[in-house]
């Protein structure tokens, strides 16, 4: 079967340090990989996804980016923290247009 | 363009009484449609889907939807409470092409009491 897996779980960082938040997927090949933040009190907002290695599309300008190094490695990185960048980053995988995702359990960065 | 609108973002029911939660979608083309749920600093996790096949979708956890084309509707609905049950609800339309995006309605918190 498919896991998810994010890490780390919470993560509390300075306003201008660098970030890194993995995501794996195991138990299936060439999926779609998608980065999302969810602000406290409000809905998902899509940062990232990518079709395959190497592929990274963004959906919104910020201060955060993207990469896919393995067929099943996404990593959301940012070189300087900003206080706007708190919240509940989300991770998922798919393989087949019109089918769901699949979520991991999120990482909670909370910026000082 | 496709959207999703809750029209709740709050419901609250009382333990062994039936629950609704209330979505209308807008597709230009024949969406597929989730229910997403959500317990505190959890990731989302896929309570049922409808992918063109029965109406009348059953999924996880006693929780169901009957997807109403002439209504753009996609209720979920619980016929009884459990305290378990409460959490925030994501109504979901499927993207086509192959980055497969998703479009989320905005959730509906479900409160149970006792």
Redesign the interface.
Known sequence: SQTIH?WPATLVQPVGSPLSLECTVEGTSNP?L?WYRQAAG???Q?LF?S?GIGQI?SEVPQNLSASRPQDRQFILSSKKLLLSDSG?Y?C?W?V???????????T?LSIL | AQSVTQLDSHVSVSEGTPVLLRCNYSSSYSPSLFWYVQHPNKGLQLLLKYTSAATLVKGINGFEAEFKKSETSFHLTKPSAHMSDAAEYFCVVGGAGTASKLTFGTGTRLQVTL
């Open positions: 994010q779609n998608y409000r809905g998902l899509l996804y079709v599309s509940f989300l998922a798919s087949l247009s019109n089918q769901p995702q699949h979520f991991g359990d999120g909670r």
